[in-house]
């Protein structure tokens, strides 16, 4: 177990650029692995949760190359090879479920393990739709990992998700693309679309109508070339701390600008953020820029329905500097934020009560006041990456020292935050 100190600053300023987007990474990996050719990959996530993706493919025979954020996968195509022990998926959800949705077409059985955390975290949500393809999966007490999946050859199905989820509708279009006909999957709320610009990129043809998008089977899939770009919900940890200091700047380049996870900016600009785009590029389907974010006085505001949907990992931080803001922030709808790494809806009362703010826990969501000061504390991560950021930036404002307690379980999606985040501070 690790611990960090964070002190108060006094400002931000410099630049940054984001590593590469964690759910571009995992996707365009698992793609790049039943495709023909070799796919490279520049600035691939350096998190420990897109290793596990990469474990896991190489123990599925799949070989990938590594140099720094650099990868190439040598894809198989769409048959893969049996492994010899249990796909190890770490503490990543992700690779658990969209890798499930690859496992359900081959015609071996495999086994999806993962750390304490994952084996808490429902599985139910891919289980149900994959089953009715056509794969035999079992887990414990029904809905949690470990996985054992025996694939088949699948059939296509046409299913409504009856919660919102982009891992789930990836998994069911990426079972989809090894089935006999033409699968579809209708989401209640959109929810990011990686999965089917990822699908367009690689030589796929899925065909979006509303909220439901469809896809034909037995499609080939060729290799790619490309440079992912920065993960917007990292960069949502330095925004918000720029944001804690009126007059602070900070430039955010090579920036994932997806409008289905740029919500983030509107909602912060909203509030009373500063942000310019200074650029605008498009790579195989996936908009990218540099930022200027520029600190002014916060208002605050109410986060809920599709907003919540499509800010699910940055709402931690929003709420972790909710007490600086003028008129507080109100998050509903998120009773999703309790099946994370973490309950993260408790984990965050806790922390900010220990730093010595008022909130009201509810059991969708979070009301906290504004105009609080808070001051330093000993808090507990709880093992949850997002929870360790999120309180390294409420103490910069924070009267005191504080310690961050497995401040280590930043590296499952930042490795560096810490060191990056001290390199851009006014002290």
Known sequence: MSTTLIHPAKGISGSLRPPGDKSISHRYAMLGAIANGATRLENFSTGADCASTLTCLEKLGVRCDRDGSIITIHGRGPHLQTSASPLD????????????????????????IGDASLSRRPMARVITPLAAMGATIHAHDGARPPL????AR??????????????????????GLLADGETSVA???????????ALRAFGANPHAQGNRIRIRGREELHAIQTTIPGD???????????????????VITDLLMNPTRARLLDVLIAMGLGITVLEM???????????????????????????????????????????????????RDARELRLKESDRVACVAANLRAMGAEVDEREDGLRIPG???????????????????????????ADGETRIRHAESAGISYPGFFETLESVLER
């Open 89 to 112: 998926c770490g503490n990543s959800g992700s690779t658990m479920r969209m890798l499930s949705g690859i496992l359900a077409g081959q015609e071996f059985t495999s086994e999806l």
């Open 232 to 250: 917007l919900s990292s960069a949502a940890f330095f925004m918000c701390a720029t944001a804690l200091f009126p007059g602070s700047q900070l």
């Open 281 to 331: 590029t498009e790579q195989h389907g996936e908009l990218r820029g540099t930022v200027q974010v520029e600190g002014r006085t916060l208002v605050g505001g109410t986060i809920a329905g599709s907003d919540t949907a499509a800010l699910i990992d940055e709402l931690p931080v929003l709420a972790a500097i909710a007490p600086y803001t003028k008129d507080g922030i109100e998050i």
């Open 148 to 151: 054992r999946i025996t694939g």
């Open 154 to 175: 699948l059939k296509a199905i046409h299913y409504e998700m009856p919660i919102a989820s982009a891992q789930v509708k990836t998994a069911v279009l990426f079972a």
């Open 371 to 397: 105009g609080q000061q808070l001051h330093g504390a000993d808090i507990d991560s709880f093992g949850d990456h997002r929870i360790a950021m999120a309180f390294a930036v409420a103490a910069l404002r």
């Open 187 to 197: 989401e209640p709320i959109r929810t990011r679309d990686h999965t089917e610009i």
